[in-house]
C-alpha cells in the first residue's frame, strides 16, 4: 500500500457510521452549503493489501490494530476473539471481489473514504477430532482509508 | 438477464443524462486464473476445489457535471465467474449498479438514486445497502436550516441474478431538519416485509424514530455532541413475541478544552419484540459502553473502559461485563527513545440467570516496538489469558509470545525489505496444546518489478490428537507498465501429522490487471 500513502487503515462498523444520515448537500443548490467534490475511487491495490492485513490481524490476535474505535461492542468482541478461540485458528483469504467507494471526506492533505469490499475467506483450525476444519465466510466488509493526495 | 437489464439501463441512463458534457470515466478489470493441486488427504488442506479456476472482475465508474447546479455518476461493478472461491454461482454476475442524478437549480432541488446503495436512516430503523430506488429533496426555507426529504423503497440483496431468494423489502421516508447552532433531527418511517426465508405469516412491520444529534459546550470548557434516538416498532417481529415494542440508543462524546481529557458515553435498550430487519439490534438486549482517556506529558496516554451487555434479558439473560486499563508510553518517557511501549489489562465476566454460563477471563497484554538504524523497527507482545469456568469446574492459562524484526536493505541495486519473525502459544487446562510459528517474509523491489516471498513453518502439539507440523511458501511477483499489472502467485502448503502420511497441496496462478481513468467528451 505503499505506492500511496496511507495514513490510517481501519475496518468500520458492518451498519456504516451507527450514526443518523448525515444531511449531504445537493451540488448548486445553496452556494451557502457546497456539495462535496465527486467520488475519486480508491485504488484496488491499497484495498486488496489492507484486507490481507486485516486476516494476519485476525490471525495473529492484533485485530484491535484494525478494527475503528465506534465499531459496536468493540471491547466484547475483542475478549471473546482472544479467550474463545482455538489457539491455532487463523483466517485465510480466498479471494478479493470487487471494490465500492462509497463516500469520501476531505482532508488537510488527502482524503478520507469508506470502500465497500467483498471477501471469500475461511476461518481454518484443528478440531477436538484433530482434523483440519474450515469455516467458510462471504462477507462485505466496510474499510476507512486515508490517503494523502498530492 | 438482470445483468443485462442493467446494461441496458447504463446505456439509456447514461444517454439520457450525459449529453453535452465531458464524461469522465475510470475503471478497471482483472483476470485472474488460478490451479489448485493435491497430493495425500484433502480433509488435510484448506483448499476443498482442485483444478482450474478462473474469473474475470469489471468497474466502471462514469460521472459528469453538465453545469453548475447538475451532475451525474453512475457505478456498476461485477464478475464473469468461473471460480468455485470467487462466487457462488457461474457465469456474468452483477455485483454492484448505482445511478445517481442531482439538480440543484430546479425549483425544488433533487436528488435521485437507483440501484445498490447504502441506504442509511439511522441505526434503529434501516442501515442496510439494499436494490433500492431513492428520491431526496432538499427545500430551501431560507437561512441556515437545512431540509432533506428522503423517500425509499427497496429490497436486501447483494447481486443481480435471478434465482436467488428475494430479501427483505423496505419503504420509507425520512424528514432530516440541520442547524448549525440547534443540530440534527430526524423523523424515520419505515415500513419492513420478512423475504422469501421470512416467515409466512409475517405480514410487515412499521417502525418509527425520533433522533436528534446535538454538539454543546458543558462548564465552558467541555465540547460534547450527544446523539439520542427513540423507536417504536408495530407489528409482530418475532412469532412468539409482543405485537410492538421500542427501542433506545443514547451516546456521548466529549473533549475538554483545558484538561488532556476525552471521553465517551454509550447505552441501547431493545425490547424484547423489538427486531426491525434493516439493522443490526439484538432483540431483548441492554447495552452499556464506557470509556475515558488522559493524555499526559511526554505523550503518555492512560485510558480506562467499562461495558455490560444483556443479552436475552426477559428469560435467560446472558451477561458480559468488562473492563479495562490500557497505557501507552511513547519513548519510555524519554529515558530509551527508540522504544515505546504499550500495557494492556482487562477482565470479564460472563453469567447467565440458569446458572449453565459462570466464568471469568483475565487477560495481560505488553507490547514494545523498538525503532532501529536505517528504518529498521523490532516489535514484540507478550500476553497472557487465564480463564476459570465455574460451571463447569474448568480452567485454563494461555501464553503468547510474538516476536518481529523488519529490515531495509539494498542488494546491488535491488532494495529488500526482511521480516523474520515467531509467534509462539500455549495454552494450558482446558484444549490444551502448543503452537510454534517461525516466518519469514521477504520483499524486493526494482522500478516496476515487485517480488514477495514468505516462508511459514509451524508445529502443532495439540493434547487430544497426534502432532503436527505445517510448512507453507508463497511467491507474489508483479510487474506494472503504465495501466497495466501482470502477476504470478504460487502457494505451497504442507500437512506431515506424527504418523507420516505427508499432504501436500499447492495453487498456482496468473493475473492481469488493467486500469483506466480518462475523458471520453462525448457530446462536446
Not at chain 2, 454492484?96 to 440501484?115: I, K, M, Q, S, T
Request: one cysteine or more.
Amino acid at each position: 500500500m505503499r505506492w500511496l500513502v496511507a495514513l490510517a487503515l481501519a475496518l468500520v462498523p458492518p451498519t456504516y457510521a451507527g450514526s443518523l444520515r448525515e444531511f449531504e448537500p445537493i451540488v448548486g443548490a445553496d452556494p451557502q452549503r457546497p456539495a462535496p467534490p465527486p467520488l475519486s475511487p480508491v485504488p484496488l491495490t491499497l484495498v486488496e493489501r489492507f484486507v490481507h492485513e486485516v486476516a494476519d490481524a485476525w490471525s495473529g490476535r492484533d485485530l484491535d490494530a484494525v478494527l475503528a474505535d465506534e465499531f459496536p461492542d468493540r471491547a466484547r468482541l475483542l475478549d471473546e476473539l482472544q479467550q474463545s478461540l482455538p489457539l491455532d485458528a487463523r483466517l485465510r483469504i480466498l479471494s478479493v471481489g470487487t471494490v465500492q467507494t462509497l463516500s469520501q471526506q476531505p482532508l488537510p492533505d488527502g482524503r478520507l473514504s469508506e470502500v465497500l469490499v467483498r471477501v471469500r475467506g475461511q476461518i481454518e483450525f484443528t478440531g477436538a477430532d484433530g482434523q483440519l476444519q474450515l469455516l467458510p465466510t462471504h462477507q462485505e466488509w466496510v474499510v476507512r482509508i486515508a490517503q494523502r493526495v498530492p | 438477464m438482470r445483468a443485462r437489464a442493467c446494461l441496458a439501463a447504463t446505456l439509456a441512463l447514461v444517454a439520457a443524462a450525459g449529453a453535452h458534457a465531458a464524461i469522465e470515466a475510470s475503471g478497471s478489470t482483472t483476470l485472474r486464473i488460478e490451479r489448485y493441486g493435491l497430493r495425500g488427504d484433502p480433509r488435510a488442506v484448506p483448499w476443498a476445489h482442485t483444478g482450474t479456476h478462473g474469473y474475470q472482475d469489471y468497474s466502471l465508474r462514469l460521472q459528469a457535471q453538465p453545469d453548475a447546479a447538475r451532475r451525474w455518476s453512475l457505478d456498476t461493478s461485477g464478475v464473469m465467474n468461473g471460480s468455485d472461491y470467487r462466487h457462488r454461482a457461474r457465469g456474468l454476475t452483477a455485483e454492484w449498479f448505482n445511478f445517481r442524478y442531482e439538480d440543484g437549480g430546479a425549483a425544488l432541488p433533487y436528488r435521485v438514486e437507483l440501484g445498490d446503495q447504502r441506504a442509511r436512516f439511522s441505526p434503529l430503523t434501516l442501515d442496510r445497502r439494499l436494490q433500492a430506488a431513492r428520491l431526496e429533496l432538499q427545500p430551501s426555507g431560507g437561512g441556515d436550516t437545512g431540509h432533506s426529504l428522503v423517500w425509499l423503497a427497496g429490497r436486501e440483496q447483494t447481486d443481480w441474478r435471478d434465482g436467488v431468494d428475494r430479501g427483505n423489502r423496505f419503504h420509507g421516508a425520512s424528514w432530516l431538519v440541520q442547524d448549525p447552532s440547534l443540530g440534527r433531527y430526524a423523523l424515520n418511517v419505515v415500513h419492513q416485509e420478512a423475504g422469501e426465508r421470512g416467515d409466512d405469516t409475517d405480514r410487515g412491520r412499521l417502525v418509527t424514530s425520533l433522533a436528534a444529534v446535538r454538539d454543546f459546550v458543558l462548564w465552558e470548557r467541555q465540547d460534547l455532541t450527544a446523539e439520542a434516538e427513540w423507536a417504536r416498532l408495530d407489528g409482530r417481529a418475532v412469532s412468539d413475541g409482543p405485537d410492538h415494542d421500542d427501542g433506545l440508543r443514547l451516546q456521548l462524546r466529549a473533549v475538554d478544552r483545558s484538561l488532556p481529557l476525552d471521553y465517551q458515553l454509550r447505552y441501547r435498550r431493545h425490547g424484547a419484540g423489538f427486531a426491525p430487519l434493516g439493522t443490526t439490534v439484538e432483540r431483548d438486549s441492554r447495552g452499556l459502553e464506557a470509556n475515558a482517556g488522559w493524555r499526559f506529558p511526554l505523550g503518555v496516554g492512560l485510558r480506562g473502559r467499562y461495558d455490560r451487555h444483556l443479552a436475552r434479558a426477559s428469560d435467560q439473560q446472558l451477561q458480559s461485563e468488562g473492563y479495562g486499563l490500557s497505557f501507552e508510553l511513547p519513548q519510555t518517557l524519554g529515558w530509551v527513545e527508540w522504544i515505546d511501549n504499550s500495557w494492556d489489562l482487562s477482565r470479564r465476566f460472563r453469567s447467565d440467570a440458569w446458572g449453565v454460563i459462570d466464568s471469568r477471563a483475565t487477560e495481560a497484554r505488553w507490547s514494545i516496538r523498538a525503532a532501529g538504524a536505517g528504518g529498521s523497527a523490532t516489535r514484540l507482545a507478550v500476553s497472557w489469558v487465564g480463564v476459570d469456568d465455574h460451571s463447569a469446574g474448568d480452567a485454563s492459562r494461555e501464553r503468547r509470545l510474538a516476536l518481529s524484526h523488519a529490515r531495509t536493505f539494498d542488494l546491488g541495486f535491488i532494495e529488500v525489505a526482511a521480516t523474520p519473525g515467531v509467534d509462539y502459544r500455549v495454552r494450558d487446562g482446558l484444549g490444551s496444546s502448543a503452537v510454534l510459528n517461525p516466518t519469514l517474509r521477504l520483499d524486493a523491489a526494482r522500478g516496476a518489478h515487485q517480488l514477495g516471498m514468505r516462508l511459514d513453518y509451524r508445529t502443532l502439539d495439540p493434547a487430544v490428537a497426534a502432532d503436527r507440523e505445517d510448512y507453507g511458501l508463497l511467491l507474489d511477483y508483479r510487474y506494472r507498465m503504465a495501466q497495466h499489472t501482470i502477476g504470478l502467485e504460487y502457494e505451497q502448503l504442507g500437512r506431515a501429522p506424527e504418523d507420516d502420511r505427508t499432504t501436500e497441496a499447492w495453487r498456482a496462478g496468473l493475473f492481469w490487471r488493467y486500469q483506466f481513468d480518462t475523458i471520453l467528451g462525448i457530446g462536446q
